[in-house]
Antibody
């Protein structure tokens, strides 16, 4: 079964850091691009960041550029998101998602995790 | 304000065909593939359409996608009560070098 499981969320104060992880199973992890997508409470979906199968191409939304860093470890079938300088507006449910292709600019995200909540508040 | 524009709501009766529109620009829908997702309350999004008009395995052929210029559409035929959900369109944007989503359309089955 293709599965993505996020971890590492929680409550943090503004300005602090957090690292999200996504454990993948049931598919050849290093054949696909991967992404982080977030959803603020009661709001729509917002793409955060993505990277290609080998991490050679990385992209970020303007809202997180310079603060968040995406990475992957293909040997561990894992995706990461390092979040620095967190702001209250970063509060959201963060989803890990698998691309249909090996690229960042693919054609859709065909598998999603259950999401992990990040709350930024003092 | 989302880069892709969707109507906030749509509705139909059981058995009816409904379409949801998604308007963008040359840099996104105009030059790249479109994806459509369905999200039920409290659950993760599910891919309905990728490559503008392809269905993943397991998605019934009641769902179809199309594109014309800088606009895309999702059509749902034979509407069912469990089609009530939020629907999102998405596309890669060459100018932003990132994915952009529509604001979502809440579909109600009357």
């Amino acid at each position: 079964e293709v599965q993505l499981v996020e971890s590492g969320g929680g409550l943090v104060q503004p300005g602090m850091s957090l690292r999200l992880s996504c454990a993948a199973s049931g598919f050849q992890f290093d054949d696909f691009g991967m992404h982080w997508v977030r959803q603020a409470p009661g709001k729509g979906l917002e793409w955060v960041s993505g990277l290609s199968w080998n991490g050679g191409t990385i992209a970020y939304a303007d809202s997180v550029k310079g603060r968040f860093t995406i990475s992957r470890d293909n040997a561990k079938n894992s995706l990461y998101l390092n979040m620095n300088g967190l702001r209250p507006e970063d509060t959201a449910l963060y989803y890990c998602a698998k691309d249909v292709t090996l690229a960042v600019s693919g054609t859709g995200f065909d598998t999603w995790g259950q999401g992990i909540l990040v709350t930024v508040s003092s | 304000q989302s880069v892709l524009t969707q109507p906030p709501s749509a509705s139909g009766t059981p058995g009816q065909r409904v379409t949801i529109s998604c308007s963008g620009r040359n840099s996104n829908i105009g030059s790249n593939f479109v994806a459509w997702y369905r999200q039920l309350p409290g659950t993760a999004p599910k891919l309905l359409i990728f490559n503008t008009n392809l269905r993943p395995s397991g998605v019934p052929d009641r769902f179809s996608g199309s594109k014309s210029g800088t606009s895309a559409s999702l059509a749902i035929s034979g509407l069912q009560s469990d089609d009530e959900a939020e629907y999102y369109c998405a596309a890669w944007d060459d100018s932003l070098s990132g994915w952009v989503f529509g604001g979502g359309t809440r579909l109600t089955v009357l």
